[in-house]
């Protein structure tokens, strides 16, 4: 057979098919490809909301209380969620907004009250950051009947640390329908974040996420 000269005399020899063979592919694996990213997650997305602020949702846990409210704040807002130790300080310093969230194991202390990996990451990372003008929202995890006098002192840990470092405190709310005596995490008689109860009043707190979500949103938040 003579030598192929495609494209201009191919119309005559059996390699055409194996040239439209070879076209169907490419276009066959260009769109496949197009889908392919059109749905994959990039890094950026994962955390851009509708407005495009880049926020991430951080928390820390012993039992895994923490964790549970972290998950309803992030399906309320349609965010993931990660552990603060998991998180690298180049991820920190790419947001816009951050939501941090810590339960309390060590009653009464003056630092340190979490019992968590925060009690590293507040001391040790966070004042080598520079987060001035983020914004900034706390939520904490506490029993408020075993530990009434000292309800999510943890929350007001990590608030007094991040406004320290110029972030904008977002997120207050009333201590309204919690029968705690006494809580670091409150000031001028509400709370500085999102509290919730996973011992006394679990039923609450995905509804208690949703609403502060909500709130957040209306602050400018996201
Ligand atoms: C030894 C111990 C100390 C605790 N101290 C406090 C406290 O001071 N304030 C508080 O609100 N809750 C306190 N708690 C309750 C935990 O903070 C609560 O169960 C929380 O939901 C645990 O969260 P985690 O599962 O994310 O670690 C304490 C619990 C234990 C067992």
């Avoid at 990590?158 to 320290?164: A, G, R, S, T, W």
Wanted: charged share 25%.
């Amino acid at each position: 057979m003579s030598r192929c000269k495609w494209p201009n005399n191919c119309s005559s020899c059996s390699h055409k098919f194996d040239i439209m063979k070879f076209i169907i592919a490419i276009v066959a694996v260009s769109s496949f490809s197009g889908t392919t990213l059109a749905f994959a997650p990039s890094a950026s997305s994962r955390i851009a909301t509708a407005l495009n602020a880049k926020v991430g949702i951080y928390y820390s846990t012993q039992t895994g209380n923490c964790e549970i409210v972290a998950e309803y704040i992030a399906q309320a807002a349609g965010l993931e969620f990660a552990d603060i130790g998991d998180v690298s300080d180049d991820m920190i310093l790419g947001l816009d907004s951050i939501i941090v969230g810590a339960p309390t194991w060590n009653t009464d202390e003056e630092e340190e009250r979490s019992g968590t990996e925060w009690d590293t990451w507040l001391y040790s990372s966070l004042p080598k950051l520079d987060l001035s003008g983020k914004k900034v929202a706390v939520f904490g995890v506490g029993d408020q009947q075993s530990y009434n006098d000292y309800y999510c002192d943890a929350a007001g840990e990590l608030y007094d640390q991040f406004k320290k470092c110029g972030c904008t405190m977002c997120g207050f709310t009333s201590i309204e329908g919690y029968e705690h005596s006494a809580s670091k995490a409150e000031r001028d008689g509400k709370f500085v974040g999102l509290m919730c109860d996973e011992d006394n009043q679990y039923d609450l707190s995905e509804g208690r996420a949703k609403d502060w979500v909500d709130q957040l949103k209306g602050e400018g938040f996201f």
